[in-house]
């Protein structure tokens, strides 16, 4: 009998071994007629003794191979979806002897021109918020059941309860500033206990944050905004997740990510991927070093992590609608594998348009980074456009306000060394190494971003000097994005960079809200604040340039003739076949005359044009005269 119930026992043990579920199999669903290759990411107790998998429901489409993991709770199946698979609901078969668990999956009909899709290009202006300060929408999600950390809207670092409703309640907003494109910080699930308003420690790549909304509503969004004419850009991170991440509790293989005890930091050498002198000690350090405790570093060298990532960012693309990607940290991935996820991404959207934030001073480093650059080492990152962060430290050096017995010396906001104050001459300087970039029309321009301190406050509060800026970004090469609210010079008070207060609410976006720059009603009352007292006129001139510059192809696809700057003023001229943009940048404290007579290189035969800030018509002279801290920017159509 004792003999009995030990068997017995031992076959109950058995039969609870083999017992296997499935919780999750990722990507959620896919298309018919795609050529990325479909692997599923299946995960569940016990589920990798399910080793005999196969598919049901139609013709067209079948398992080629199924992979166990370090990890018994996972499986990842390779599935051929043929050119005449039918779209429906298929089911999934996972076997091990007698024991069977059957999955739906769906694999629908993709959308026609889905892969010649359009992208974000020269002829737009990205408009960068971070949702969590935009607008609230729906407050009823502030703070969900399913997520750690809850609404905290006094502080800075909190989550404030924007979302994607807010979104789209002023898409009307950024259409009417002359925007075309947006871009959202990452709104995918982060589930920090805190910071997590930031969204750049993914805990779900396959799940919009709750706080945020819902895939659905995010579909629903991106359709609005087409609809508006504005192109959705989505911020995606490569480099690392977060410590929150259900699969960190228990990893596919030992390798899913760089596994670091004890704990290493990244150098944060940028440099190191392209020195060819650079040790590999160093190197390692850099590309598997955690960005900080909470995010590790996902190693892309596995090449099931690799498909991992390169399936959910084509997923995204073909559910929601998207039209382009931002990449945070680029260079601190490895580089190879990275390059081949850009090009499985092209690959399947030829058109696709992927900016890489490759965060460095030096033109050289930022040039390597760009699709097909003749790199002396034979390194193609396949990475379409590069951010033009040496372009954006020139600009913001020129215009920096100087602190008082401090007019020189001491470092900029941006990190990019110079003089406070400085001259143009630095505009015109990083512009001079244009020979270096493979491409000009795949450059975005910008004066900042979430990452750096408020513009209005780094020009001290001159709106003077913010026009300039505005002048700058809508009429020099490439692809320009402007930061939330720097087109009303939002401000924190302090040119150190702070990041949650300098990601601001837009006032508007909260009911009761006191101020509302939303409306144009709104920022004229506003103005007898003497916090916005400048707010609606430096919104109307931003707007005027931007919606301007939709229609100019100079500005948009031309060439550019510039002149060295003397006296800290700067001219140059945008033009192609039909017409030439005359810009002429005054950053000095007494007026000047326009040296029109030395610019007759281009300007020789240009008569009556038009003032773009004014619509008036003008005939420019050396007798033109621009007042200190302003701009004449003028438009001749031939």
Known sequence: MKRFLTLAAGLLVAAALSAGEVTRVEPLSWWTGMKTDLQLLVNGEGIGAYTTVSIEGGKGVKVKAVHTADSPNYLFVDVEVGKKAKPG??????RSGSDEIRRPYEIAAREPGSADRDSYTTADLIYLIVP???????????????????????????????????????????????????????????????????????????????????????????????????KVILDVVTNHS?????????????DWVHMNDPYVNSNHQMGLALDPNASKADLAIMEEGWFVPSMPDMNLDNPFMLKYFQQWAVWWIEYSGLDG?????????EKVPMSEWAKAVTDEYPKFNIVGEVWQANPDFVAYWQKDNPNTDGFNSHLPSIMDFPLQ????????????????????????????GADISGVYNALSHDFLYHDLGHMLIFLSNHDIARIGDTFGHDPRRMKIA???????????????GDEMMFVTGSARRDDGRLRMDFPGGWDGDPVDLFT????????????????????????TLFQ???????????????????????????YDAEEVVFVFINNSDEEANVPWTRFKEMSAGLGEGVDVLTGERVTVSDATVVAPKSTLVVDYRL
């Open 548 to 574: 301007w510059r939709k229609g100019s192809s100079a500005v948009q696809k031309g060439r550019t003739l510039h002149f060295i700057p003397e006296k800290n003023t700067y001219g140059y001229f945008r």
């Open 470 to 484: 505005f002048t700058l970004l809508a009429t020099l090469r490439g692809i320009p994005q402007l930061f939330y």
């Open 325 to 333: 990607f931002r990449v945070d940290t680029w260079f601190y991935n």
């Open 89 to 94: 609901t298929y089911t999934l078969v996972f």
């Open 242 to 254: 977060s410590t929150e991440h259900w699969w960190m509790k228990d990893l596919p293989f030992k």
């Open 132 to 230: 969590d300060r935009f607008a609230n929408g729906d407050p009823s999600n502030d703070s969900t059941d399913d997520t750690a950390e809850k609404a905290r809207r006094g502080m800075p670092m909190g989550r404030h309860g924007g979302d994607i409703r807010g979104i789209m309640d002023h898409l009307d907003y950024i259409a009417d500033l002359g925007a075309t494109a947006l871009w959202c910080t990452p709104i995918l699930g982060d589930d920090a206990p805190r910071g997590s308003y930031h969204g750049y420690a993914c805990s779900d790549y396959y799940h919009i944050d709750p706080r945020y909304g819902s895939n659905e509503l995010y579909r629903e969004m991106v359709a609005e905004a087409h609809e508006k004419g504005i």
């Open 520 to 543: 144009e009603e709104g920022r004229r009352k506003a103005s007898a604040d003497s916090t916005w007292a400048h707010a609606a006129d430096l919104h109307d001139y931003a707007r």
């Open 393 to 420: 430290g020139a600009i913001s050096n020129a215009l920096t306000a100087p602190i008082p017995g401090q007019e020189q010396g001491g470092r900029p906001q941006g990190g990019f060394p110079g003089r406070r």
